[in-house]
């Protein structure tokens, strides 16, 4: 269930000691302010958080995956990387990025939200209603990258490309709205949604206009990062875990009066 959320103290003290400390820009170079670690040295970082509090890494991973630090890098024009990644790397922006929906999971090709061309005050605009839902950091971004279906029906890009676009805003974009959050298992993970009846322009498109119904393409290059690295980070820090976990409670756990270690079937 959707519900209002105002971080706590607390969160906003972990957010700043993790923005101070440069926990959110592994992935961006150090000319933009990023620490920019090798695959190795990102891995085990979040390997090593997620193994103390996994809500926690999944909060720093994701600035460190699609983010959308790795998408401006590869394809942003140079205004959108000097404006941005600066920001981003020293944490006065936390970003989201919405592709996922109620009837689309995370399929870039499936049934995201759609934009309609049109016109007005001469300029060409996109119209689209938002709903996108499982959004890591919505809750607490102030930067949202955004997956768009777009479609011309009255052919006012006469011919251009059209399809899945990416586009970047700020929280403060007219009508956008990332007010509620999901809480699963009660642990108050910044997740939740996106949502807004909003007017996109073609300059907010990651790497301009000419980047128009390149999204999919974009979002699969970019993808790496957190399905090959920060993901596979996590689940090793889970293995770690219930590692280190198990292999204690066997050690110390006594039956017939002999430790679980001890016992055949147990050591085998």
């Known amino acids: 269930k959707d519900s209002k959320v105002y971080p706590s103290s607390n969160t906003q003290l972990i957010l700043r000691d993790l923005s101070d400390n440069g926990f959110f820009s592994f992935l961006i170079p150090k000319k933009y302010g ?72 995370s399929d870039a090709l499936g049934s995201i939200d759609t934009g309609i061309v049109k016109k007005k005050n001469n300029k060409l605009i996109i119209e689209v209603n938002l709903n996108k839902r499982y959004i890591t950091l919505a809750p607490i971004a102030n930067l949202v990258g955004l997956a768009i279906n777009i479609t011309d029906p009255d052919n006012l890009l006469e011919g251009r490309k059209i399809g899945p676009t990416v586009f970047l805003l700020e929280k403060n974009h007219p009508n956008l709205s990332l007010d509620t959050h999901h809480n699963p298992l009660d642990i108050g993970f910044p997740n939740g949604t996106i949502k807004g009846n909003i007017e996109l322009s073609l300059d907010q498109i990651i790497g301009g206009e000419e980047k128009l119904g390149e999204g999919w393409k974009m979002l699969m290059e970019c993808l790496a990062a957190g399905r090959g690295i920060c993901l596979p980070a996590t689940a090793n820090a889970s293995s770690k875990v219930c590692t280190y976990g198990i292999y204690n409670y066997i050690k110390h756990r006594r039956q017939f009066n002999i430790p679980l270690i001890k016992m055949e079937g147990v050591s085998n």
């Open 34 to 105: 990023g620490t920019q670690l090798s695959v190795r040295e990102m891995s085990d970082v979040l390997t090593r958080i997620s193994s103390n509090n996994v809500s926690l890494g999944v909060t720093v991973m994701v600035p460190n995956s699609l983010g959308p630090s790795e998408l401006l890098i590869k394809y942003g024009t140079e205004e959108q990387k000097n404006t941005y990644l600066p920001k981003l790397a020293k944490g006065s922006l936390i970003p989201c990025f919405g592709l996922t929906g109620p009837n689309n999971g």
